[in-house]
């Protein structure tokens, strides 16, 4: 008779074993929020040979500066000390920061709105010169949001 009870209780422990991993599986499935990225957005740019990058946010909602990071390139090439935002001075950067790109200001980035920072010639480089090529990427908690390049006047 025991050889009987067996196979029930075996099967019984696989039944279980299933429908708690189906449950787990379940439970982490529903659990799971993707990172959503930010609504489209538009960024204008203007770079000029001394160093200075002003953005202007042309179009979508507003951005929450401290949630950016900013990465500057002069002709393909990274710039040695890049940006934080908002900061009130920092490495690499002449002077403050504008708009809200300044520490001390509002932190909410609005459309029409321009922010903008100076690439210190002593301390950072690649510097930009007429005719060169400046790209900045804009990110949100980590995905990019707007991809500005601009030709330096």
Not at 107 to 114: K, L, Q, V
Not at 118 to 126: D, E, V
């Amino acid at each position: 008779m025991a050889r009987a009870i067996s196979p029930v209780i075996g099967v019984v422990l696989l039944v279980a074993c299933v429908v708690l991993l189906s449950a787990t599986v379940g439970a982490m499935v529903l659990g799971y929020e993707p990172t959503q990225p930010a609504a489209a957005v538009a960024i204008d740019g203007e770079a000029t040979a001394d160093g200075e990058i002003t953005l202007t946010l042309d179009h979508g909602d507003s951005l929450d500066v401290r949630d950016l990071s900013l990465v500057v390139e002069v002709d393909g090439e990274p710039l040695e000390k890049q940006p934080t935002v908002p900061a009130y001075s920092q490495s690499g950067f002449s002077g403050f920061p504008a708009g809200p790109f300044n520490a001390g200001t509002d932190s909410e980035w609005t459309r029409g709105e321009s922010a903008s920072l100076t690439i210190a010639s002593t301390t950072n480089g690649p510097l930009p010169e007429a005719g060169s090529t400046v790209t900045v990427r804009v990110s949100e908690n980590g995905i990019v949001i707007a991809t500005v390049e601009m030709t330096v006047r």
